[in-house]
T-cell receptor, first 114, second 115 residues
Framework: QQQVKQSPQSLIVQKGGISIINCAYENTAFDYFPWYQQFPGKGPALLIAIRPDVSEKKEGRFTISFNKSAKQFSLHIMDSQPGDSATYFCAASPPGGSNYKLTFGKGTLLTVNP | NAGVTQTPKFQVLKTGQSMTLQCAQDMNHEYMSWYRQDPGMGLRLIHYSVGAGITDQGEVPNGYNVSRSTTEDFPLRLLSAAPSQTSVYFC??????????????FGNGTRLTVT
């Protein structure tokens, strides 16, 4: 299965700071890139998603930036809050892709200190 | 709506024992799947189903069986538990199998320890 490489593995940010999580992919055919957020003791939940026809998508304090030529996409969390502390997974899907073809990154544990 | 319900929340097994992890959803979702989550390994797909009566293998199917006799239920069976199956197991469902219009809805997981 094609890889999605996620970094960093863990991240500590002060309240009010910017959290940045990066993902790189290999398959240039990938055309759907969701991010899932997982709080401790819970299952992941869809946070935000982007398609490669746009370079950026913003929802509140969360922004996905997409660089098709570099085969990279990243999640930016502005004004990070302690409630944002969670594990974040990026993922990628091929064209017409089904959820069983979704490739997940290995996750980033974000801790936002008060 | 309860969403995706997984039982039990915790389970300890001895090597060689068998058990069934239960998963039920009340959203009339066509697609259901099982993942395991291990530290540093992310989410790995075990088995999935695109509808009642249809199942298929994911990335790490060995040692696990599934069946889908109803739309609502998708149990995962461990045939002969091994320590390597110590993990957190998540069931996930979506309205259809198509990723772009059907995000996955995850249960809260079952933490399994095999001694």
């Amino acid at each position: 299965q094609q890889q999605v490489k996620q970094s960093p593995q863990s991240l500590i940010v002060q309240k009010g700071g910017i959290s940045i999580i990066n993902c790189a992919y290999e398959n240039t055919a990938f055309d759907y890139f969701p991010w899932y957020q997982q709080f401790p003791g819970k299952g992941p939940a869809l946070l935000i998603a982007i398609r490669p026809d746009v370079s950026e998508k913003k929802e509140g304090r969360f922004t996905i930036s997409f660089n098709k030529s570099a085969k990279q996409f990243s999640l930016h969390i502005m004004d990070s809050q302690p409630g944002d502390s969670a594990t974040y997974f990026c993922a990628a899907s091929p064209p017409g892709g089904s959820n069983y073809k979704l490739t997940f990154g290995k996750g980033t544990l974000l801790t936002v200190n008060p | 709506n309860a969403g995706v319900t997984q039982t039990p929340k915790f389970q300890v097994l001895k090597t060689g024992q068998s058990m069934t992890l239960q998963c039920a959803q009340d959203m009339n979702h066509e697609y259901m799947s099982w993942y395991r989550q291990d530290p540093g390994m992310g989410l790995r797909l075990i088995h999935y189903s695109v509808g009642a009566g249809i199942t298929d293998q994911g990335e790490v199917p060995n040692g696990y069986n599934v069946s889908r006799s109803t739309t609502e239920d998708f149990p995962l069976r461990l045939l002969s538990a091994a320590p390597s199956q110590t993990s957190v197991y998540f069931c996930a469902s979506s309205l259809t199998a198509w990723a772009q219009n059907s995000p996955l809805h995850f249960g809260n997981g079952t933490r399994l320890t095999v001694t």
